[in-house]
């Protein structure tokens, strides 16, 4: 069975750095495109940054030049290295990924939603 752990949030000071982490874990799988979204209480979810398998990125205008979207692809996981943190980067965030399975049958590709993490950011 393949699930999305994220890992790395917590609460951290205006100014500071967090990294978090996205693992696909199962057996016979391959973590293709992985997005980063976030959502604030009151607020609807929003896109932070995204991967594809090639390495290929992009990011929300407002953590460009603070946040890294980067991944191992030998491990299945994706982080998100996120700097210069602002009180309004407070928010849960989640992974969506696309995972492929294979099998001796052949190989399809999954969407997988992480559990969420919470990044808190105090001014």
């Known amino acids: 069975q393949v699930q999305l752990v994220e890992s790395g949030g917590g609460l951290v000071q205006a100014g500071g750095s967090l990294r978090l982490s996205c693992a696909a874990s199962g057996s016979g799988i391959s973590i293709n495109a992985v997005v980063w979204y976030r959502q604030a209480p009151g607020k609807q979810r929003e896109l932070v940054a995204g991967?594809?398998?090639?390495?290929?990125?992009n990011y929300a205008d407002s953590v460009k030049g603070r946040f890294t979207i980067s991944r191992d692809n030998a491990k299945d996981t994706v982080y998100l290295q996120m700097n210069s943190l602002k009180p309004e980067d407070t928010a849960v965030y989640y992974c969506?990924?696309?995972?492929?399975?294979?099998?001796?049958?052949?190989?399809?590709?999954?969407?997988?939603w992480g559990q969420g993490t919470q990044v808190t950011v105090s001014s």
């Open positions: 991967s594809t398998s090639g390495g290929s990125t």
């Open positions: 969506n990924a696309g995972v492929t399975v294979f099998s001796p049958f052949g190989q399809k590709t999954y969407a997988y």
